[in-house]
């Protein structure tokens, strides 16, 4: 009996132990012994980031028991691939290629590494061998000589990378015949068709790869498709990316060129990489005003699951011999994304990060992305390959232009006349805002995201995540209006027109008619948005215009309306933020909308819209002024702050703004 218990309480206790562990891999990252002399904000340093890219692989390593075992995770429900077999040996290709991102690095200093029991080089180079294998399941088939560019691709491009920035590990102990095989299997997309987009880097990855291997590659197109991607370069540090400006402009173009400059054109293309290094450099200028005080940053474009990639480039600016180069802000952005998303219980599910932005949100997930997608974040880790030394991670963190330049009851802009970008820092709460193109038709978005609400917001803020639309009209920064379907239609066909004194000028025209148009002008203020904006529409139209949504955090979203000045006030406080909104001008009603399954923070939200019936034909003023306000939670509003404008006069085009401080706006329709 004595030992049957004892039997008992040891399975127990194993199974329990087994659980723990099982669990542990999925808590939230650590900070372990956390140095806040060098890093007063994070208390993150060079160590912590290995830590954190070991936390990441750890993961998903969770998975790998056997040299045989590919990195495949678990698919989340909805349009992710694999949706079918054929795609599954890509879906193990991504998985594989973009954990190196992260394992690449950890090995350069650590050949020795060891992972759940998986000596870690070892099984990527054994993985190698799977994939110029005919038997394998996790094949990959040459281009066709007359195939096109695919998934495949991109994914030898980012194996490429880590060859070239690893070829110690990686690729040095592989039998000379897996290397021929590999060339040949690789070349076969490289030294082929691409798309006209950040896509060419990978290309030029896999052809600059084997050239300093010493294999025969396609120079003629290396170097037209190292010209074509210095050919998208905007300024002001932006890249199109074919048609959009995003975070590929960043994580794609600038991080890849710095990248390819340093560990290959500097040598073979000094030219090249030259044009590359002085592009890079242009983003020091505004790019870090993107992220908040806090380090986080914002919700915005297409492939979000990617999260913590948006500060890859960044480490690669300590390479830079350039005073004006402040590191310690740049580490204390970067520093603060790591712990944005590794810090959230919501970012990992099954050990593997979620797609979406904290958890799941199919909303943001797009068709082309597989649950592995997700470690396209490893990017990030390759600054790791910075030695110790390097002032990115030897400077004092900061908070730069939020310390050193930014008054708490003023507001910035910042516009990138190349890009037609508008970055807006709020020091009040310590958020960052963009404003950037979007005209995708609906109609001609195959792929269904260009023309969605990942890149037609009116605005995206740092600490306002998007929200989707709802059927029902649900709509949080932007407009929509109701089509001849009878279907809440947004706007998506946005015209930059200009910026100047202040004011953001854009046109924008209802998809599905236009004869439903509208002039735009938003004036960022110190706690908020003034937006005045004129309908030209010849139709009439059921019209409502949203603010940013709050997520239902810790308890209820209260709402409270109140008069304030002769104008109706509504507000509604999370526990977090207030968000409050006053129509001024044209709007019927303001009314609060409780949403459900359309915030990527919270099942339940909460948005205020303002809403009004539109007709050509009456004779009444066809501007719609609406302030669009915030505050923290608990902070107080006075008048001032919720009514800042005395009155709005209206010229033919013209609208003159008088705010109670005495300033004037003149905000000018005219066509110039």
Known sequence: ???????????????????????????????????????????MTKQHWRDAGLYLLQGAFSYIHTLDDPMKFPK??????????????????????????????????NPNLVINNIKVADYYRYQFSKLIDPNSSSYITPRAKNGGPSQNLVEYGAIAMSLLTNPEVLWKPLPQEQKNALAKSMLSYGDGPTISSNWK??????????????????????????QKCLNDYRGDGWYNDSPAYDYYSMWGFQLYGALWAEYFGNKYYPEYAAKFKSNFRDLNSNYPLMFSRNGEMIMFGRSIS???????????????????????????????????????????????PTLGFYGPYEPAVQVYSCRGSVYWMGKAFMGLLLPDDNPFWTAKENEGDWETKFKKD?????????????????????????????????????????????????????????????VNGEVAMNYVFKNAKQEWEPLRLFTFKRFEDGVYYRDAVLETNENIKMNLADIPLTNGILRIDKNTSSDAVAMRLGHYALPQLDKEITTTTKKVGGKEVTIIDNGKYQLAMIPLLGWDKAEVVTTKGLHPESETSKVIDVAANYNPNEKKSNVYATLMLWKKSGEKWNKEELVPVNSLEQTNDTILVQFNNGTKKVVDFNNK
């Open 201 to 226: 880097f990978f290309n030029i990855f896999v052809l600059s790869f084997f050239k300093e291997q010493g294999y025969a590659v396609n120079e003629k197109l290396l170097e037209e498709y190292l």
């Open 306 to 352: 990617y999260r913590i990639a948006t500060i890859a480039a960044l480490p690669f600016m300590g390479l830079e011999n350039d005073p004006k180069i402040n590191n310690g802000w740049l580490r204390r952005i970067s520093s603060g994304v790591l712990k944005q998303f590794l810090e959230n219980p919501e970012f990992l599910k099954d050990n593997v």
């Open 410 to 470: 003023e507001v910035y802009n910042d516009f990138q006349n190349g890009p037609k970008i508008l970055i807006t820092d709020y020091p009040a709460i310590g958020a960052s805002e963009i404003r950037a193109w979007c005209h995708e038709k609906k109609k001609d978005d195959w792929q269904g995201f260009r023309s969605t609400e990942n890149y037609n917001r009116l605005a995206y803020n740092s600490a306002f995540l998007w929200q989707a639309d709802g």
């Open 1 to 43: 009996m004595n030992n049957l218990k004892m039997w008992f309480l040891t399975t127990m206790f194993s199974l329990s132990l087994f659980s723990q562990q099982k669990q542990n891999t999925n808590t939230v990252f650590k900070i372990a012994n956390p140095d806040y002399k060098l890093s007063p904000y994070t208390g």
């Open 76 to 109: 989340q429900p909805g349009k992710s691939y694999p949706q079918d077999e054929s795609r599954v040996p890509t879906e193990k290709l991504e998985g594989l290629s973009r954990t190196l991102f992260i394992a690449s690095p950890l090995l350069k200093e």
